[in-house]
């Protein structure tokens, strides 16, 4: 028997991911390296007659077939047209594979190393490959998965986090109080920059999912692809101070504009999209308490301090947001 409340991953033991790959004509040799992922669980597995492949079994409940398909679709339209993402191995006609209950996708192996995002050139490059994969995700929306929203990240990661017991009483009203005005003035920052453009994301582009060698890039996981405004792909690769990170953001628009333009008026929310962020993230590691990696990984969690730390960073972000948008 399979569990699938509390710890969905229970019964993916070694034999099953092994012969899940069977299953699609894959015969592994045994051995297999856990690779960092908390959402999915994420192996490499060597094989005796062919190099490595990677199998990632998906998280139960969290996406449709439809969804996980349509995210398997748009990788491949990006990697028919030379973008470097990742696309999943076909077998049998179908990207995504079943066996014994857990949904899963194969891909082949790339190496690289992180990034040097202090590095301008890097950042330019970098710009390049997301005005062509912005270029591409512009040409027709998804029809399945969903946007990026106030009501999804940010009202319904409060809701769920106030119905439970994850937050101290004494901090309880606070942190709600503190939340509630940070949402609020996330909405405003949407409302002032109007009807920007939506269109198909990578969702999560952040260092760690950019895999970078001598060659350039490739883009993987792109479990988190959704609907939503161009600067989402853009702005999680700035850091440090409000010059270093308007220098590090002309650098990524030099190369992203030789392919695809961007609204301005996007820059007025990267404050909003990064507060609903971080009130997303707290939901994110309660809705996952359940499965036995998480209280292990984020043992901070649900403790005094945490949600101390939480409310000064939603202070903090509120007062970003009503500073001027970085100048690009």
């Known amino acids: 028997m399979i569990a699938r409340d509390g710890a969905p991953y229970d019964g993916l033991s070694p034999d099953r991911i092994l012969d899940a790959l069977d299953s699609v004509g894959l015969r592994g040799d045994g051995r297999l390296l856990a690779l960092n992922s908390f959402e999915n669980r994420v192996y490499q597995a060597w094989r005796d007659d062919a190099p490595p492949v990677v199998v990632k079994f998906y998280r139960p409940a969290r996406w449709t077939d439809d969804q996980i398909r349509e995210e398997h679709a748009f990788v491949q339209q990006l990697a028919e047209r030379e973008i470097p993402a990742v696309p999943p191995l076909e077998f049998r006609g179908a990207t995504l594979n079943e066996f014994d209950g857990y949904r899963f996708a194969v891909y082949e192996r790339f190496g690289g190393r992180a990034p040097e995002l202090d590095r301008r050139e890097t950042l330019v490059r970098i710009g390049r490959y997301i005005g062509r994969i912005h270029a591409i995700g512009a040409i027709a929306p998804f029809s399945s998965r969903p946007a990026l929203t106030v009501a999804e990240f940010g009202v319904a990661s409060r809701d769920y986090l106030l119905q439970r017991d994850f937050l101290p009483p004494d901090l309880r009203t606070v942190w709600q109080g503190v939340v509630d005005h940070a949402l609020e003035a996330a909405r405003s920052a949407l409302q002032r920059a109007g009807q920007v453009a939506l269109l198909r994301l990578h969702g999560d582009c952040h260092g760690g999912n950019v895999l970078w060698t001598d060659a350039g890039a490739h883009f993987v996981d792109f479990d988190d692809a959704r609907m939503g405004p ?77 949600w101390q730390d939480r409310i000064l960073e939603l202070r903090e972000q509120i007062a970003a947001m009503d500073e001027p948008p970085l100048d690009a």
Do not use: K
Not at 244 to 271: N, W
């Open 230 to 306: 161009a600067i989402q792909d853009l702005w999680m690769l700035l850091s440090g101070e409000r010059a270093e990170m308007e220098a590090q953001l002309a650098a990524l628009l030099e190369g992203y504009e030789e392919f695809r333009g961007l609204d301005r008026r996007e820059l007025i929310v990267i404050e909003a999209l990064r507060t609903l962020r971080l009130v997303h993230y707290c939901a994110w590691i309660a809705r996952r308490w359940n499965d036995p990696a998480f209280p292990l990984a984020f043992p901070w969690f649900n403790t005094q301090r945490y």
